[in-house]
T-cell receptor, first 112, second 113 residues
Framework: ETGVTQTPRHLVMGMTNKKSLKCEQH?????MYWYKQSAKKPLELMFV???????ENNSVPSRFSPECPNSSHLFLHLHTLQPEDSALYLC???????????FGPGTRLLVL | SQQGEEDPQALSIQEGENATMNCSYK?????LQWYRQNSGRGLVHLIL?????REKHSGRLRVTLDTSKKSSSLLITASRAADTASYFC?????????????FGKGTHLIIQP
C-alpha cells in the first residue's frame, strides 16, 4: 500500500463544508483515477487523468471537482455534498502502457 | 453500467479447501482482472488474463476465461485464513492504458479456520 497513499483516511463533514481528498503515488505512473465504493454497489469510476489531463468524467455531479497538478498527485475537492455521497473513495494509478492499476487504501467519507 | 457480475455473492469454506468464484460480463473485452480487497481497504491486483488467453496461473490462483460465454472463474487452492477478503473481477474494454476499469459487486470469501 505504500505505493499509493491517500489522506485523510477518514473524514466526517457537514453538507455545507468544503474539503479535499489527496492522493499521491510513488510508482512513477502517469495515469491516476478516482473511484467511489458505496455499500452493496460495484466500484464506480469517477475520473481518469492521463499525463495530467482529464480523459474521462463519468457523469459525476459538479460537487466533486478533481485536480491533477502533476503526475504524482491527484485531488478530489468536495463541496456541498449530500449524505448519499458517504462512501469509500479510492484512488488508483497506472502506467499508460499497462492495464494494471494500483490502489490506495481509500478515504472513508461520512457526510452528515 | 455494471459489467462484471460475480457469483456467488458470499462464500464460506473451511481452511484448506478450494474456493471458486465466477464472473460474467456483457461487452467485448481486451482483458479481465481479478482484485482482492480486505475489509474496507484498497484493492490489490491479483491476476490479469487477456482475451486471447484461456487460463492463467499465479501461485495458488488459477483464472480461466471463456470469451464465448463472457465468463471467468477464479480458483484459490488450499485456502488459508488470510485469504478471507472480497474478490472483484474488473474488465478493461479497450486494452489501452489510462482506461478506467469496470468492476462487479464482488464475492465475499470467508475462510473458516
Amino acid at each position: 500500500e505504500t505505493g499509493v497513499t491517500q489522506t485523510p483516511r477518514h473524514l466526517v463533514m457537514g453538507m455545507t463544508n468544503k474539503k479535499s481528498l489527496k492522493c499521491e503515488q510513488h510508482l512513477g505512473h502517469n495515469a491516476m483515477y478516482w473511484y467511489k465504493q458505496s455499500a452493496k454497489k460495484p466500484l464506480e469510476l469517477m475520473f481518469v487523468y492521463s499525463l495530467e489531463e482529464r480523459v474521462e468524467n463519468n457523469s459525476v455531479p459538479s460537487r466533486f471537482s478533481p485536480e491533477c497538478p502533476n503526475s504524482s498527485h491527484l485531488f478530489l475537492h468536495l463541496h456541498t455534498l449530500q449524505p448519499e455521497d458517504s462512501a469509500l473513495y479510492l484512488c488508483a494509478s497506472s502506467h499508460t502502457s499497462s492495464e494494471t492499476q494500483y490502489f490506495g487504501p481509500g478515504t472513508r467519507l461520512l457526510v452528515l | 453500467s455494471q459489467q462484471g457480475e460475480e457469483d456467488p455473492q458470499a462464500l464460506s469454506i473451511q481452511e484448506g479447501e478450494n474456493a471458486t468464484m465466477n464472473c460474467s460480463y456483457k461487452t467485448s473485452i481486451n482483458n479481465l482482472q481479478w482484485y482482492r480487497q480486505n475489509s474496507g481497504r484498497g484493492l490489490v491486483h491479483l491476476i490479469l488474463i487477456r482475451s486471447n488467453e484461456r487460463e492463467k496461473h499465479s501461485g495458488r490462483l488459477r483464472v480461466t476465461l471463456d470469451t464465448s460465454k463472457k465468463s471467468s472463474s477464479l480458483l484459490i487452492t488450499a485456502s488459508r485464513a488470510a485469504d478471507t477478503a472480497s474478490y472483484f473481477c474488473a474488465t478493461n474494454d479497450s486494452g489501452g492504458g489510462a482506461d478506467g476499469l469496470t468492476f462487479g459487486k464482488g464475492t465475499h470469501l470467508i475462510i473458516q479456520p
